[in-house]
């Protein structure tokens, strides 16, 4: 991979150095230049000239094979090539939870870690590690969420723990961690209230702009295999003081067996609302005012296949599309456009694949730069072994029914979490990719030749 991003990158210099070539050889840029050049007889500037242009078709041609584009079925004739850097950035135990946020407030966005037993996060644009939480429970963290909640440009954080796959009675754990000063040194956990079987958590917008938690277990409180109580989905509300108490209401709790869950604002509202895949389907939960007193959430239930996965993006129509993995640690990646009418579930475009080993990430963005969304999907292959792996779904018509896979990785990631976000800041969105078995730290650095 770093081949053929050093090749594109080489490709583009000497594509720029042509085009600059042709220009000082035919347009002078100054007037000394301009001077120099009345001096030399025009059969040679119009020889020059000739060269200049033979060695930019001929980059060009170079370039037209190198970055390798994909006709597609609209307007737009090509979908170019995607093209990916990785650097591996540390050596990890599990790579629980990921997420992307400017921990120390210098504008650019650090990668902050749940792991086994520690949470870090690595220093942007060096990646050095600072460890700020170490055995916070008995048992493994399990998840993170860190965002900016008091608006000073530096990120506060959250971490779930005490995870123990199959137990859901006892275990499980809820930490806000309170920075120091120097965010480089140890943070002091605040415990919160916390359902059994803590898996998922979120910072989601309220409908006062502030700042909440949201967080998920995997299993209703005494049900494992899916029968029983439903699994209590909480939102918390950080007081000002967070060593005070922090109060929670209940957004839903009917679901099974929920391992992932999103935030989304599909509406005009400025307050987020919730997809939630679970046993019963990918579920929207959508907040409604009641006159004071808390929250009350209407759901909607927008598939029935049990998902593990969710997430969502824009096609190329304009019209959003929702893809989940199926079921929980499953091998099918599948994605759904909305409906016509809020009466429908949501059609299903394309069954993208459906030979993932232990389906355990996804991401949506414009990596590409095409105006719409592609699907990055990763598996782990432990639950159900094999050989792990991350491919790139793009769509290839208005309505997401053609997609094309392209490979990102094989079995030197085993996928346990995917994050998204413009790490280098050079415009293009690129990925972290934390790995169980593999044990390794991955950046995805994005090297697409986009056409924008
Ligand atoms: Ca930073
Ligand atoms: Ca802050
Ligand atoms: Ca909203
Ligand atoms: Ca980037």
């Known amino acids: ?3 053929a991003a050093s090749k594109d990158n080489t490709t583009l210099l000497s594509s720029n150095f042509a085009i600059q070539l042709l220009f000082l050889r035919s347009f002078p840029l100054n007037q000394h230049d301009r001077r120099n050049t009345m001096t030399i007889p025009l059969s040679t500037r119009c020889r020059m000239l000739a060269e200049a242009t033979l060695m930019l078709t001929a980059v060009m041609l170079c370039s037209t094979v190198w970055t390798a584009t994909t006709p597609n079925a609209f307007g737009q004739s090509q979908v170019p090539q995607d093209r990916w850097e990785k650097v591996t950035i540390d050596e990890i135990e599990i790579g629980y939870g990921l997420q992307i946020e400017d921990v120390n407030g210098d504008k650019k966005p650090d990668i902050i870690l749940a792991d086994k037993s520690t949470v870090q996060w690595y220093e942007n644009p060096t990646w050095q590690k600072h460890v700020i939480a170490k055995d916070l429970t008995e048992r493994d963290n399990v ?19 005490q995870w123990n796959y199959r137990e859901s009675v006892k275990d499980g754990a809820v930490h806000y961690l309170i920075a120091p000063s120097d965010r480089s040194q140890p943070w002091s956990p605040v415990k919160l209230y916390n359902e059994p079987s803590t898996h998922r958590m979120h910072w989601i917008s309220g409908p006062d702009g502030s700042k909440r938690l949201a967080v998920k277990p995997l299993r ?10 439903g699994l209590k989905l909480l939102e918390y509300l950080p007081p000002k003081d967070p060593r005070s108490d922090w109060t929670h209401e209940v957004i839903c709790d009917f679901l099974h067996l929920s391992h992932n869950f999103h935030p989304v604002n599909w509406d005009d509202d400025p307050e987020e609302e919730l997809i939630v895949a679970a046993k019963e389907g990918v579920w929207h939960f959508d907040r409604t005012r009641g006159e004071g007193g808390p929250s009350k959430w ?17 096609l190329p129509d304009g019209r959003r599309f929702i893809v989940a993995i199926q079921p929980m640690h499953g091998s099918v990646a599948a994605a759904y456009r909305e409906p016509e009418s809020n009466a429908q579930t949501w059609e299903l475009c394309k069954i993208l694949s459906e030979s993932l080993k232990d389906g355990h990430a996804l991401a949506c963005a414009d990596f590409l ?19 792990p792996g991350i491919k790139l779904f793009t769509p290839l018509d208005p309505n997401g029914n053609h997609w094309r896979e392209n490979q990102l990785s094989g079995d030197e990631i085993a996928v346990e979490d995917i994050k998204i976000g413009d790490l280098d800041q050079d415009g293009q969105v ?23």
């Open 298 to 314: 209407k759901s909607t239930q927008l598939t029935s296949e049990f998902a593990g996965e969710i997430r969502d993006g824009k």
């Open 369 to 387: 730069g095409v105006g719409y969304d592609q699907i990055v999907v990763g598996w782990r292959a432990m639950n159900d072994p094999g050989v």
């Open 1 to 3: 991979m770093q081949m």
């Open 220 to 229: 209703g409180k005494g049900s494992v295999d899916g029968d029983g109580a």
């Open 143 to 161: 998840c993170i969420a860190a965002t900016d909640i008091d608006g000073d440009g530096r990120c506060e954080i959250a971490v779930g723990g």
């Open 430 to 452: 690129d990925i972290i990719a934390a790995a169980r078995q593999t044990k390794n730290l991955v950046i995805l650095f994005n090297r697409t030749i986009s056409p924008k």
